[in-house]
């Protein structure tokens, strides 16, 4: 069993910044990647950006400059460094972890209001 738990959510002004954390433990497998999806209300689940093992990393259009993701290999802990955001960026925020399996964090939600 895999868990994924995040933090760093929260309420946010347009122009200001958060920082995403989440943390694996359990039985972790060998892991290709994490990353973080978002999903707005009455919207599906997309992509915000992904780092693979190896470091490589992908980013959604909408977040490229404004958006960062790093990893600490010993800590198996992804963090997404979130800048200059914009009230579009409001969104449940969830975790990924991709090695033999697909797992999921519960989701931390980024508000992005004045």
């Known amino acids: 069993q895999v868990q994924l738990v995040e933090s760093g959510g929260g309420l946010v002004q347009p122009g200001g910044s958060l920082r995403l954390s989440c943390t694996a433990s359990g039985s972790i497998p060998s892991i290709n990647a994490m990353g973080w999806y978002r999903q707005a209300p009455r919207k599906g689940r997309a992509l915000v950006a992904t780092i693979t093992n190896g470091g490589s990393t992908n980013y959604a259009d909408s977040v490229k400059g404004r958006f960062t993701i790093s990893r600490d290999g010993a800590k198996n802990t992804v963090y997404l460094q979130m800048n200059n955001l914009k009230p579009e960026d409001t969104a449940v925020y969830y975790c990924?972890?991709?090695?033999?399996?697909?797992?999921w964090g519960q989701g931390t939600q980024v508000t992005v209001s004045s």
């Open positions: 990924s972890l991709s090695g033999s399996k697909n797992y």
